[in-house]
């Protein structure tokens, strides 16, 4: 049972998606992302509740932007961004915990695919995505 109210709401994509950052509103402007719909497979599932999903939508998002503003040129620089973001999302495991959920198989999984499709849609396809999420606790 999930504590708390869980709105259902159709997931979507990024597409015009804009983030608050320290710097203010900065749009997504790659293409591939902007029309990827993040984490599906944990939206559609009731055992995680939507606003914990938001959460790390909103980590895979803010990772994007890092990505398009520091314009990482190597995997080295690219793997710490991503180590960033998984990290934070560690965080969230005792979040999902206090609302009888955990990051289980099926949401690694689905996160894992967010990771890859990121990497690659920002032109790194020799990165071993093991390796972009090498700081992992789920």
């Known amino acids: 049972m999930i504590h ?3 709105e259902k709401r159709p997931m979507g994509s990024i597409l015009n998606c804009q983030l608050q950052s320290k ?3 900065v749009p997504i402007s790659n293409k591939k992302i902007k029309g990827y719909t ?3 497979e944990m939206y559609e599932d009731d ?3 939507n ?3 938001d959460k790390i939508k909103a980590i895979l998002v803010e990772l994007c932007e890092s990505i398009e503003s520091q ?3 190597s995997s080295s620089e690219l793997l710490s961004l991503t180590h960033a973001s998984t990290e934070r999302i560690n965080e969230l495991e005792e979040e999902f915990e206090e609302n009888d959920s955990e ?3 099926a949401a690694r999984e ?5 990771f890859e499709f990121i990497v690659r849609s920002y032109g790194f396809s020799d990165v071993d995505i093991e390796d972009v999420i090498a700081t992992r606790e789920w």
Do not use: Q, R
């Open 23 to 25: 710097g203010g509103t």
């Open 110 to 114: 689905d996160m894992a695919e967010s």
């Open 51 to 53: 606003f914990l999903v």
């Open 38 to 40: 993040f984490l599906s």
């Open 103 to 105: 990051l289980e198989t």
């Open 47 to 49: 055992y995680f509740p």
């Open 71 to 73: 314009n990482p040129t």
């Open 4 to 6: 708390g109210s869980v």
